[in-house]
């Protein structure tokens, strides 16, 4: 049994010598948004919504936050509206990405292409709170009706335009 966890431990640290690590939030939208939400990550006009500057009014609800991991996780279908553009897409689920995976990527979203608009108060999304986010599985058309109810929240609370 020594040897089993002797042998972990090599592995692990070789690992971390040849630079094994987890991908950041920056590698993870390169990796998995970049095609469709470009490197500005400003969306493609008429076909993909931007993300900068204008998800970052959504973490000022906690039902905001629960979104951001709900359209990753789960996917969104069906026309959108974003700054008075109608956009009929689909966004398929991204069920490869871990807990871990989604927060950074999310953080990444907000904190580098959202910095303006986030609350001063914000705090970044955690793996287990994402985890907690994921616990209820979701279809693409109820992550749509979830956007609707957060963009008409918004709006009351005089958050959005």
């Avoid at 398929?92 to 108060?121: E, G, H, M, R, W």
Wanted: charged share 20%.
């Amino acid at each position: 049994m020594k040897w089993i966890t002797g042998a972990i431990a090599a592995v692990a640290m070789l690992a971390l010598a040849a630079g094994v690590r987890a991908a950041g939030g920056s590698e993870l939208f390169a990796s998995n948004c970049i095609v469709c939400h470009q490197p500005d990550a400003k969306g493609v006009q008429g076909i993909y919504p931007p993300l900068a500057d204008m998800v970052g009014n959504y973490v000022k609800l906690k039902a905001g936050r629960a979104y951001l991991a709900h359209v990753p996780s789960f996917g969104l279908t069906g026309v959108i509206v974003t700054d008075g553009e109608s956009l009929d897409g689909n966004m398929p689920p991204l069920s490869q990405l871990s807990d871990a995976d989604i927060a950074a990527v999310i953080n990444y979203v907000l904190t580098k292409f959202n910095q303006p608009l986030l609350p001063a108060d914000f705090k970044p999304l955690t793996a287990d709170e994402v985890h907690g986010y994921r616990a209820k599985a979701m279809s693409e058309n109820e992550v749509h009706n979830e956007r609707d109810a957060l963009l008409a929240a918004l709006r009351k609370a005089h958050d959005l335009k």
